[in-house]
């Protein structure tokens, strides 16, 4: 099963040693993804995401992002699709939001190279270009019980 790991705040800083991240690494090798926050320059929050499959890479990154707030780490454990850098996490939904998850989505695979989550951010993006924005994901209540059957047991984290 992939691998979350967040900070204990939402705007907090994740810290990790490198022997932790080797280890982390070591049992979720099938790719890795930061998602993290960063100020504009009309001080509003900006999504950004990194993604990779070596650990040289990893390492790097995580160093260069360590001080950056709100940083969440994903690990991949391959169950659909390739094993490439597309199918690595964070997932776009919207244009403002990114998706982490933790767990297998009982979805049909349209495209059998994509993974299971890749397919869900792609379906419910589209979805959510009807409202315009992602405001349902985080404020509609039915929205929130539908997400919730959809993911089951699996574990997501939704950035904004």
């Not at 001080?43 to 790097?60: K, T």
């Not at 997932?91 to 059998?112: K, Q, T, W």
Request: a negative charge; proline letters at 3%.
């Amino acid at each position: 099963m992939c691998l979350i790991v967040a900070p204990r705040k939402p705007d907090g800083h994740l810290v990790l040693t490198e022997d932790q991240l080797k280890q982390a690494f070591a049992r979720n090798s099938d790719g890795w993804g930061f998602m993290w926050l960063e100020t504009d320059e009309e001080g509003g929050a900006v999504i950004q995401r990194m993604r990779g499959l070596q650990l040289d890479d990893f390492l790097a990154a995580y160093e260069a992002l360590k001080g950056e707030r709100g940083l969440h780490l994903h690990l991949r454990t391959r169950t659909h699709g390739k094993t490439d850098v597309a199918n690595c996490h964070p997932f776009p939904i919207g244009e403002d939001s990114y998706l982490m998850h933790n767990g297998v989505f009982r979805i049909d695979d349209i495209f059998s190279d994509r993974s299971d989550t890749w397919h869900y951010a792609a379906l419910t993006s589209a979805r959510l270009m009807e409202f315009g924005t992602t405001d349902p994901i985080f404020d509609n209540e039915d929205w929130q019980k539908s997400t919730a059957k959809f993911f089951g047991s699996s574990k997501g984290v939704f950035l904004r």
